[in-house]
Structure formats: C-alpha cells, structure tokens
C-alpha cells in the first residue's frame, strides 16, 4: 500500500496540513474536536509529520498515534537546516507544511517514529523542563542585579524564593520517582555514578526509560555529545559536537563532569585527558559523553557504577 505523506505545520491555535502527492492543504483548530474530525478523513496507511513545539503538538501527536497512523515528531532544527539544503527561501504556515511533507517523504527511512509518553514520563519531563527554566531565570536574575547599590537584600530574598519554588519542583520528582519501585531502583543506580545527583538522575532516567537505546552510542548521539568528524580527501578539520539532542541534558551532564572530576574515581581519566593536550572544556566534554555511557550501562543491565572499569581505560 502506497503511503501518502502529510506535513503539518503547528502553533498554538491552528493547524496547517499539506498531502504530499495531491498538495491539498487544508486549516483546522488545534483542539481535539477539529483533529479528530480531520484525523476521520484520513486513509489508514497515511503518515504524518509535525514539528516539537513545545506542548502545542502533543494533541495532534496522540491522537493521530493512538488512531494508528505512523507520526513524525521532528526537530525543527532539522527541519531548518533541511530547508536550506533544498533552497527555501519563504517560511509561511503553509509553506513549512508542505516542506514537512516533503522532509518525510523523503527521509522517513531515517527517521524514528513517535510513541507517546506514558502518563508519568510526561509529568517528570514536564517538571524537568519547569526546573530548567528557573534555573536559567534565576542565573538570569543574579547576574544582571548583583553588585547593584542597595539590591543586595531584595535580590538575596528574591533568590530564597526561586529556591524554594525549585525545591517544591525537586520534591514533586522525588515523589515521582518514588512512586514506582523500578523507577527509584534504575534512579539510584544512577545516582550511584559519582558527579550524577538528584537532578541529573531523573534527567538521564527519563529518555532511558522511554526509548529503546540499542547501545550506548545510540544514547550519546541522543545526548548531542557524539563527536561530529570534518574530513575530506586529505583534510581532517577539526571535530566538534553535533548538539543534536536536548540541550538541557547536555548541559546536566556537563556540570556532572564537573563534579566528578574531583572525585577519585574521575580524576585520573581527567587528567589522562589534560596529559594528552586537550583543553578544559574538551576533557570535560569526554567525561560527560563517558557518564552518560555509563548510564546507559547501568540501566540496561541493571548494575551500579564500578569504579575500576574506570582505570581499565587508563592502562
């Protein structure tokens, strides 16, 4: 059976759809009435493909998934960078849906299909995501305040009470991870990894959880920490991060690194990092890539962190 491709273009209200084969287009609401109807129209070997924004996409994702169409949930980086190979110049809602279209059409083979997230997998990416946001505002807020005459004690109130919010956050995760004892058992064993703690746990179990990783590679190259190489005949540029996979993760896991290196266990693959020449950050970029490896070990096979397997890499 011939599949008809369909790219939807997405926002908060609305919804843009573009077939393909026939290049009908078509507008509906973003709510659940107007999709399901849409959806009804639809021949069973269809295909759909839609950009992640932010939660306005998750409607159209479950319920075409849960109707048993096959959904494309993609990065709209990818999306971007795929217009510009192919010369797009204009960005219109209908302009993207049929570029969506076009992007599936051609590269469905490559491309992972969408499950949706059980009930509790949402929740925790949900409070995830929040936490991540404070985060960065309070930072935000820290800098462009501190040092500024007579703010010092507005500021530190302010700050105790993004602490606090956050803190309500980390105990709402605690209590989620919790309150399945496979879940709080697969979070401690991660948290057995020196430099991962309470945060980055749950940020790591998370994606484990939900997507079957076929090795750790495949959890690497999802963190964004896969080495991207830079060759040609006889040029070999140098390497740089392919940063295509959440960005928070990245940056948890990189602040672990951060942690661990002070730890006995992380020190000397450290330094053996530093001995070969390597600067700072690029050392640190290898322990956070080897963290996550190792938290994939762990939670595939169920086992804690084993410091020695650390120092085997050394001899």
């Known amino acids: ?38 959806l009804r129209t639809l021949a069973s070997g269809c295909a759909i493909g839609l950009e992640a924004t932010s939660t306005y996409h998750q409607l159209l994702a479950d319920l075409a998934h849960s109707t048993g169409l096959r959904v494309y949930v993609l990065n709209p ?8 190979g192919v010369g797009l110049r204009a960005k219109t809602d209908r302009v993207d849906a049929a570029l969506i279209a076009r992007y599936i059409a051609h590269e469905h083979g490559g491309l992972k299909l969408y499950h949706p997230p059980s009930a509790e997998q949402r929740q925790l990416q949900h409070l995830l995501t929040r936490r991540a946001k404070l985060s960065r ?5 820290q800098q462009s305040v501190h040092g500024v005459p007579g703010l010092n004690r507005p500021l530190r109130q302010l700050l105790e009470r993004f602490d606090a919010l956050i803190g309500v956050i980390d105990a709402r995760i605690e209590c989620l991870l919790n309150a399945c004892p496979q879940r709080q058992a697969a979070s401690m064993r991660l ?12 940020a790591l179990l998370n994606p484990l959880e939900r997507f079957a990783f076929h090795n750790a590679d495949s959890f690497v190259a999802y963190t964004g920490l896969d080495p991207r190489p830079d060759e040609s005949g006889k040029r ?29 266990q992380w020190k000397p693959l450290y330094q053996h990092q530093l001995a070969k020449g390597l600067p700072r950050t690029a050392a640190l970029v290898i322990i956070a890539r080897k963290i996550a490896r190792t938290a994939w070990s762990l939670y595939t096979h169920n086992t804690t962190f084993d410091p020695q397997r650390l120092s085997l890499r050394l001899t």
């Open 1 to 38: 059976m011939q599949t008809t491709f369909i790219g939807v273009d997405v926002s908060k209200d609305s919804l843009v759809s573009y077939v393909h084969d026939t290049g009908v287009r078509r507008s509906l609401a973003n709510e659940r009435s107007a999709i399901e109807a849409w």
């Open 77 to 84: 980086k990818e999306v971007r960078r795929y217009a510009s």
């Open 137 to 141: 505002s309070r930072a935000s807020v």
């Open 191 to 202: 948290r057995s990894i020196k430099g991962v703690g309470p945060v980055v746990a749950p």
């Open 236 to 264: 070999v540029g140098r390497r740089r991060l392919s940063k295509h996979g959440p960005s928070e993760l990245r940056r948890l896991l990189y602040n672990a690194a951060m942690a661990a290196v002070s730890s006995p």
